[in-house]
């Protein structure tokens, strides 16, 4: 499956979806002008990455840890919209017994930020999420 890069600009997130590499990242800032344009190529990305998972686990049993990383400076509340939806689709794979994990980081002098990604795990069934604080 081929990776999902995305450059930040001044208003939307640096974004790596990369099952090669093991690295899946969305870090810095979100507030584009159009959310959904932004985050659905996502949202059909990790779509896709679960079928690809689907298939992996079923040839190869539970197969590897996959860390995804929140590293947002800020978000409006657009995009929280989506960035719940991201995390709900992780959630629904880790229900299905995929190996997700979620690192959320935050600035320690950010206690928003860290409330943020709180309010956001207690909205998840399954799904780990870990606090790293920076």
Do not use: C
């Not at 197969?63 to 995009?79: L, V």
């Not at 997700?100 to 950010?110: G, L, M, P």
Request: negative net charge; hydrophobic residues 35%; glycine residues 4%.
């Amino acid at each position: 499956m081929n990776a999902l890069i995305i450059e930040p600009s001044d208003f939307s997130p640096k974004v790596i979806l990369d099952p090669t590499k093991n690295i899946f990242e969305l870090s810095g800032e979100s507030r584009p002008e159009n959310t959904s344009k932004f985050y659905l190529p996502i949202l059909q990305w990790l779509e896709q990455y679960q079928n690809v998972l689907y298939w992996e686990k079923d040839k190869f049993g539970e197969g590897t840890s996959r860390i995804f990383e929140f590293k947002f400076d800020y978000f409006n509340s657009t995009s929280a919209k989506f960035i719940m939806d991201v995390l709900m689709q992780l959630d629904k794979m880790a229900q299905e017994g995929y190996n997700i994990h979620v690192k959320w980081h935050y600035d320690k002098r950010d206690e928003d930020m860290k409330e943020s990604g709180e309010e956001f795990s207690k909205l998840l069934k399954k799904l780990p999420i870990e606090f790293v604080e920076t």
